[in-house]
């Protein structure tokens, strides 16, 4: 037995004990106190490292002073048939003089210098009378708080009151909302009406358009024939006169 292992204290010194139910966060605190007259170093690990959150895990005790280390269960579905294997080691050492890098002082340390405290991790539930007596002050709690909820009824109408100009400010943004949705329906409204009176006005001018060239092509048709019989007199009269003359 070292001597490191002789002057360190752990509370608890053997079991970690978390209570369920285990549907939240469970925390157990560890202490450890180095009586000694050097500083110590000191590292927790755990079997587990996913299902735990240990704070601090790693650090300095100064002579005579003591340190206080939350060990946090994170939540899980817990099996009573299935018995828990995990464990918690806390590594000790003495500090060297003017320590500097905690990391290569662990690498470099020699085995006879370490001592290894191992902790049990415990897992207990409450039992059907713990949960009766979580129920019954619930249950005594209308009776015996009589005095506290009279005394609290008065701070009711500041509460509603609270929710009055809550619901006021709701009511009015609402209000604002609809009469902005109305703004843009109306321009969406006029929007529809201009294209339709573009639309319009283009059928219009091409309605025109058409018509102007529909009547040209009439009068060039119909300018054609009385072109043609113009030539055909000239012609007729020209051979006439030769055959006369």
């Known amino acids: 037995m070292s001597k490191l292992e002789q002057v360190l204290i752990l509370d608890p010194p053997s079991d970690l004990k ?20 050097r500083k110590v170093c000191f590292k927790v690990k755990t079997t587990a490292p996913r299902r735990y959150c240990v704070r601090p895990n790693s650090g300095v005790i100064e002579p005579g002073a003591s340190v206080t280390i939350s060990v946090m269960l994170q939540p899980f579905d817990y099996d009573p048939n299935e018995k828990s294997k995990h464990k918690f080691m806390v590594q000790t050492i003495f500090a060297p003089p003017n320590i500097t890098d905690l990391e290569a002082m662990w690498k470099d340390a020699k085995p006879e210098d370490l001592m290894d405290s191992k902790l049990r991790c415990v897992f207990e539930l409450p039992s059907e009378n713990d949960k009766m007596n979580d129920v019954d002050p619930i249950k005594a709690a209308p009776v015996l708080n009589t005095s506290k909820a009279d005394s609290t009824s008065g701070a009711k109408p500041s509460s509603l009151s609270l929710d009055d100009t809550e619901m006021r400010k709701l009511m009015e943004e609402c209000k604002r909302l609809q009469s902005e949705m109305s703004k843009l329906a109306d321009e969406n409204r ?9 639309r319009k006005a283009q059928r219009s001018d091409n309605m025109v358009s058409n018509t102007a060239a529909m009547m040209r092509k009439e009068t060039s048709s119909k300018s054609l024939p009385s072109l043609l019989v113009v030539i055909a007199a000239i012609f007729i009269g020209f051979f006439l006169g030769k055959f006369v003359l």
Do not use: A
């Open 18 to 37: 978390f209570k369920g139910p285990f549907t939240d966060v469970v925390t157990t605190n560890l202490k450890l106190r180095n009586p000694s007259d």
């Open 190 to 198: 006029q929007l529809k009406d201009e294209g339709l009176r573009m």
